[in-house]
């Protein structure tokens, strides 16, 4: 959605997102995280997709402020997520990473082509200029995912390193040795 005139931004701010901030009053009446800082209580940081069916403290069993959540599409590790692990495992209570793929993922349901082709067929746009990171095989990018933060040298060398595929079917992990 364009956000047109400048001069009326914070209207259509305010309009459009007028359910948040609505729902944002009745969070700020019952806040209960005043006490938390910016490590993670319990050593963990989860790196998940974006997909709106996870919920990376729940499926833990963990709460707000107790580990890490870095999202993206198909849960990959790129390099602004090693970016961000490197703060995490020396600045900011990180000890152990968690790569969560999931089932029933978009980024696994076809290849680069598939989703530049899709976007440009619906809305007339070529995205060819960037990579979408698709994989076909969730098990075998996971591993090589696994390895690229396992072997990136400027990660602390204390940090442990696994992954697990997420069903959004059952909620149940499935943890991938390697």
């Known amino acids: 959605m364009p956000i047109g005139n400048p001069s009326n931004t914070d209207s259509l701010f305010r309009d459009v997102f007028a359910d948040v901030l609505n729902s944002n009053k009745s969070f700020v009446e019952n806040f209960e995280h005043e006490e938390l800082t910016g490590t993670a209580k319990e050593g963990l940081a989860i790196i998940t997709c974006m997909d709106s069916r996870i919920s990376p403290l729940a499926v833990v069993g963990?709460?707000?402020?107790?580990?890490?959540?870095?999202?993206?599409?198909?849960?990959?590790?790129?390099?602004?997520?090693?970016?961000?692990?490197?703060?995490?495992?020396?600045?900011?209570?990180?000890?152990?990473?968690?790569?969560?793929?999931?089932?029933?993922?978009?980024?696994?349901?076809?290849?680069?082509?598939?989703i530049h082709n899709e976007i440009n067929a619906q809305y007339g746009i070529d995205t060819s200029s960037i990579e979408f990171k698709t994989v076909k095989d969730q098990k075998k990018a996971l591993l090589e995912d696994l390895h690229k933060i396992r072997n990136f040298p400027l990660l602390n060398e204390e940090v442990v390193v696994g992954g697990a595929i997420y069903n959004v079917g059952n909620g149940k992990l499935e943890p991938l040795e390697g």
């Open 62 to 114: 963990m709460k707000p402020g107790d580990a890490k959540i870095l999202r993206n599409a198909g849960a990959r590790v790129t390099d602004d997520v090693l970016r961000t692990l490197v703060l995490a495992s020396y600045l900011l209570g990180v000890k152990r990473i968690l790569v969560m793929p999931h089932t029933d993922c978009r980024m696994a349901n076809g290849d680069e082509a598939d």
